[in-house]
């Protein structure tokens, strides 16, 4: 299994442009999730999903878009990309546990790192 | 506000030493906790999880505690070791965790050869 995996690994955008971070993931998990990392914070959640066609905000949507038209991927879409969006992008996944099954982990990717000059 | 806080934001510790990564939470409602490293250039991973219906959980090297009345868990290394070098997330969920979990700050921690 390859896991979580996601692209572009860089990407530089000036003010303006739009892009799409692509994160697909090979566990055939149900839930997706989309966080980013600014300098010296934690993980912020901006999007999440817990099934294909089912899509909810998090902590920090504004300026971002998803959609999950199938289990295996969760594109994350910036529309018109703003300095504030400079920031490191991880894309998780996770499977519901059973009842009284354990703690679910969250499986992340290796990130993306976007810079909005 | 911040629900998960990790208030030392770096820790060096000598090669062979007990490490101690503290964290306190202030929503009541979580109920699970999980320990993430993260190396530079990577995703986070998973290291330890426990339950609020535990104090403690172990895992070879690794073991958390958590005191519910105090809102407070931590993450003991022992030994400590140079691979360990990594910043250490502390996250809490209400539920199993697969609701979004909620990250502290992260603490990075050097282990000194």
């Known amino acids: 299994n390859a896991g979580v995996t996601q692209t572009p690994k860089f990407r530089i955008l000036k003010i303006g442009q739009s892009m799409t971070l692509q994160c697909a993931q090979d566990?055939?998990?149900?839930?997706m999730y989309w966080y980013r990392q600014d300098p010296g914070m934690g993980l912020k959640l901006i999007y999440y999903s817990v099934g294909a066609g089912i899509t909810d905000k998090g902590e920090v949507p504004n300026g971002y878009n998803v959609s999950r038209s199938t289990t295996e991927d969760f594109p994350l879409r910036l529309e018109l990309a703003a300095p504030s969006q400079t920031s490191v992008y991880f894309c998780?996944?996770?499977?519901?546990?059973?009842?009284?099954?354990?703690?679910?982990?969250?499986?992340f990717g290796p990130g993306t790192r976007l810079t909005v000059l | 506000d911040q629900q998960v806080k990790q208030n030392s934001p770096s820790l060096s510790v000598q090669e062979g030493r007990i490490s101690i990564l503290n964290c306190d939470y202030t929503?009541?409602?979580?109920?699970?906790f999980l320990w993430y490293k993260k190396y530079p250039a990577e995703g986070p991973t998973f290291l330890i999880s426990i339950s609020s219906i535990k104090d403690k959980n172990e895992d070879g090297r690794f073991t958390v505690f958590l005191n519910k009345s105090a809102k407070h868990l931590s993450l003991h290394i022992v030994p400590s070791q140079p691979g360990d070098s990594a910043v250490y997330f502390c996250?809490?969920?209400?539920?199993?965790?697969?609701?979004?979990?909620?990250f502290g700050k992260g603490t990075r921690l050097s282990v000194i050869a």
């Open positions: 566990m055939n998990h149900n839930y």
């Open positions: 996250a809490a969920s209400p539920n199993s965790g697969n609701t979004p979990l909620v």
């Open positions: 929503n009541s409602m979580f109920d699970y």
């Open positions: 998780a996944s996770s499977y519901p546990s059973q009842v009284n099954a354990g703690i679910d982990t969250q499986y």
